[in-house]
């Protein structure tokens, strides 16, 4: 079982980046995916989360009206668009899945993928 992220990089404030992340091992079929990130010195925080069968979707407010989160679960793939980035949103993102869960609490999440750095700097 494992999930990989992807994505990440170095983009300026204001630009855009999409981050992936593929499941193997597992059908996404039964399992939401939510986001979470990382800021050095920082707590692991909730971004977004989407529900086990694509129609519904949960954001943090610090992220609403610039992120959405997709999945599609034939392809056992689900995305994060990030758009009007901010330094702030500097940090480790992570993808994790949940056996039906609802919401972005961390310890809802049964497995996680690695991690991808998103650096937002002029």
């Known amino acids: 079982v494992q999930l990989q992220a992807s994505g990440g990089g170095l983009v300026q404030p204001g630009g855009s980046l999409r981050l992936s992340c593929t499941v193997y091992g597992f059908t996404l079929l039964n399992y939401a995916i939510a986001w979470f990130r990382q800021a050095p010195g920082k707590e692991r925080e909730g971004v977004s989360w989407i529900s086990h069968g694509e129609s519904r979707t949960e954001y943090a407010d610090f992220v609403k009206g610039r992120f959405t989160a997709s999945k599609n679960n034939a392809a056992n793939t689900a995305w994060l668009q990030m758009n009007n980035l901010d330094p702030e949103d500097t940090a480790v993102y992570y993808c994790?899945?949940?056996?039906?869960?609802?919401?972005?609490?961390?310890?809802?999440?049964?497995?996680w993928g690695q991690g991808t750095l998103v650096t937002v700097s002029s």
């Open positions: 994790a899945a949940g056996w039906g869960t609802e919401g972005l609490a961390l310890s809802d999440y049964d497995y």
